[in-house]
């Protein structure tokens, strides 16, 4: 908050406002009572703790909302990179308010929602984005071997994808390991002569695809969507066996794909009920996985800071911002 500095101007200041008064009637008056309460309307948002996760698509969210919490009702908005299990502890603490976009996550679910566990979190609504996770591999290799997409073929190919890394056996390409995934399982439940190494992050995942791509060299991994560079190196999925319920719910034993998920807003249940404006913006966000993947090529294809693109996209789409807070 800023603050004014009382100086000897005030007397003269006083004087010209009798003047304007006097020829204005109450105008002046009426003006500043208005400032003072749209002033007060805008802090009564105080903070706001926004997580990041480390995927430029969550961070894209998460700048694009808080550029309007900040803008319509002056919000003081920190964005804590955190992972994604840790975000959900920040819920009890106060260190966070939002985790913006959550992939699935019905262990901490749980933990940390009401019905199951210590009540610090709770659902508010999905974000629009549908996540689709899979085994992928470049275009090039899906063309010169088209029964590669079928996960009962990946043996024979296993010598194309080995590496210094992956000993002796086909190396498959994990991403961070703080993400959803099941890839060690799936390998071993489905007896695949692969090793997964973990690049360790998005954008190592995306500079590893974009080189096999270009350079024509084997590589199959863990990929996701929403997700920008899809448009630039369309990724062809590999089919797994497909997910039923109830596949994924013992981590070691998962023999399935991933399902498709919609994408939903977890909250501090604190935070949602706190009467801060910033929760009925929350609880409107909706875009599309369009949308998302848009501001995400901005940030980081061409390079602009998330303030400045969460900023160009809010400006261009103000009939999408105005839907979130009608």
């Not at 304007?20 to 009426?30: H, P, R």
């Not at 002033?39 to 808080?66: I, M, S, T």
């Not at 591999?137 to 990946?154: F, G, Q, R, S």
Request: hydrophobic share 40%.
């Amino acid at each position: 908050m800023k603050h004014r500095k009382v100086s000897a101007l005030t007397g003269s200041l006083a004087a010209v406002a009798l003047v304007l008064s006097a020829c204005g009637g109450g105008d002046i008056a009426e003006e500043e009572d208005q400032n003072a309460e749209q002033a007060g309307e805008a802090g009564d948002c105080g903070d706001l703790n926004l997580a990041v996760n480390p995927w430029v698509g969550f961070e894209a969210d998460a700048y694009v909302v808080g550029h309007v919490a900040e803008e319509k009702f002056g919000c003081k908005v920190s964005y804590p990179e955190l992972a994604e299990e840790v975000s959900w502890q920040g819920f009890g603490t106060g260190e966070v308010d939002v985790v913006i976009e959550d992939w699935g996550h019905p262990d901490l679910e749980k933990q940390y929602f009401a019905d199951s566990g210590d009540g610090s979190a709770m659902e508010m609504g999905p974000t629009g984005n549908i996540g689709v996770i899979g085994w992928y591999v470049p275009p090039w290799m899906a063309e010169k071997y088209p029964d590669i997409t079928d996960w009962e073929n990946l043996s024979k190919y296993a010598d194309l994808f080995e590496t210094p890394e992956s000993g002796g056996k086909g190396q498959f390409l994990g991403a961070d390991p703080s993400y959803v995934q099941f890839d060690e399982a799936i390998v071993a439940n489905l007896d695949l002569p692969f090793k997964v190494v973990f690049s360790g992050s998005e954008a190592a995942s995306i500079a590893a695809f974009r080189r096999a791509e270009e350079e024509k060299t084997p590589l199959i991994g863990y990929f996701y969507d929403p997700q920008w560079f899809m448009s630039a190196v369309p990724l062809v999925r590999v089919n797994l066996p497909a997910h039923t319920d109830g596949c994924q719910d013992d981590a070691k034993s998962v023999a399935c794909d991933y399902p498709e998920t919609e994408l939903k807003k977890i909250v501090s249940t604190e935070w949602a009920e706190s009467g801060s404006p910033a929760t009925d913006l929350v609880k409107g966000f909706s875009w599309t996985n369009d949308d998302q993947n848009l501001v995400a090529k901005y940030i980081a294809e061409d390079g602009m800071s998330a303030e400045d693109a969460a900023a160009k996209w809010v400006d261009e789409n103000p009939d999408k911002v105005e839907a979130w807070l009608s």
